[in-house]
């Protein structure tokens, strides 16, 4: 028996998945394993009128079954450019047939690749679509789980019902809560490629979208999304103009080091940053995750005593997170 799973962890088990692209490395992808419940393999897109656009993972899906982790696919409605449409949304979801032979595509997809199930991520639907959302997801659940296959959703960070802006009016938390066997609560992001500098998960808006969470969705159902990854921004921060860049984990703790840069530790966001000045004399400030903020976002797993986690994404490494994971919890492993 693998030593992960007999290891005794400080807090007991949750569920953990990870999303990832097809592409990713098979190492990373392996040493991810003994962390994973569910892989979320990231996407399948789909047509208006209700056809899936495949996705060739299965070089993937060969990886996981050694290792107990089970496959869902991912549902999203990205454009050619690989951006959310909520055009294309609305056109499926207003369309009776489109969404019925949506979801028999997509049973026929998790028989024909024995997937665990599958995860709704429409994000920026339209507000005015947003019953329609919940229905589809309630009418797959209700088609799927008597199946066998679990139906899952990713909620945007929400604080409270009506909240305003595009990507949160068409995602309703109780209604979608109460059809979806679980949720995953997009918890990250707050510092973000074109926003300003700050950290992209503070633990002090983590814990408003959980205030909020748990008053209309059971906890047994709610997955926390960790953010597996940093941003360096180049200052000052304009608007419209400044676009941070995307950094690993270990690309942020490396960089620290190639520049000279002190690690300081924000405790009102329970995150990590670095300020250092580039060859060019720009002066720069990089927001990221470590071992630390990940001790504290899972502290928050235990308080709010929710189902477990879910990392955007397994794409990277992260050692010193996935060791804190692996003394606080052990992972689910389901057949």
């Known amino acids: 028996m693998p ?20 592409f990713i490395n098979q190492g990373v992808l392996e040493s991810w394993m003994p962390d994973l419940t569910y892989y979320y393999s990231f996407s399948y897109g789909f047509t208006p009128q209700g056809d899936l656009v495949p996705l060739d993972d299965q070089r993937v899906l060969d990886i996981l079954r050694p290792h107990g982790v ?121 510092g973000y490629t074109y926003g300003p500098p700050m950290a992209v998960a503070p633990i002090d808006g983590v814990r408003r979208v959980l205030d909020y969470a748990v008053t209309e969705i059971p906890r047994s159902k709610i997955l926390m999304g960790i953010p597996n990854y940093g941003y360096d921004w180049t ?49 720069h400030i990089v927001w990221f995750e470590d071992a630390r903020s990940m001790r504290a976002k899972l502290e928050l797993v235990n308080e709010y005593d929710l189902a477990g986690v879910g990392f955007w994404t397994v794409m990277d490494p992260w050692p010193s997170g996935q060791e804190v994971l692996r003394e606080m919890f052990t992972p689910v492993k389901v057949e």
Do not use: C
Request: charged share 20%.
């Open 3 to 22: 030593w992960y799973n007999i290891r005794a962890s400080q807090y007991g088990s949750i569920i953990v998945i990870g999303y990832a692209y097809p």
């Open 70 to 190: 089970q496959p869902l696919m991912v549902l999203t409605p990205l454009d050619a450019e690989g951006n959310f449409s909520n055009e294309l949304a609305s056109l499926m979801l207003n369309n009776p047939a489109a969404r019925e032979r949506l979801i028999t595509n997509i049973l026929a997809e998790m028989e024909r690749k024995d997937y665990y199930g599958v995860d709704f991520d429409l994000e920026y639907v339209n507000r005015e679509d947003r019953d329609l959302y919940t229905g589809l997801i309630s009418e797959a659940a209700a088609r799927a789980n008597p199946a066998g296959f679990i139906v899952t959703a990713a909620l945007a960070p929400k604080t409270s019902a009506d909240q305003p802006g595009l990507l949160y009016g068409g995602h309703d938390y109780a209604g979608i809560g109460s059809v979806a066997n679980l949720v995953m609560l997009m918890t990250y992001e707050w």
């Open 235 to 283: 200052l000052p921060y304009v608007r419209g103009e400044s676009e941070a860049e995307n950094l690993s984990i270990p690309e942020a703790m490396a960089r620290a080091q190639q520049v000279g840069a002190t690690i300081q530790y924000d405790e009102t966001a329970q995150a990590p940053f670095y300020e250092y000045t580039d060859e060019q004399g720009r002066q």
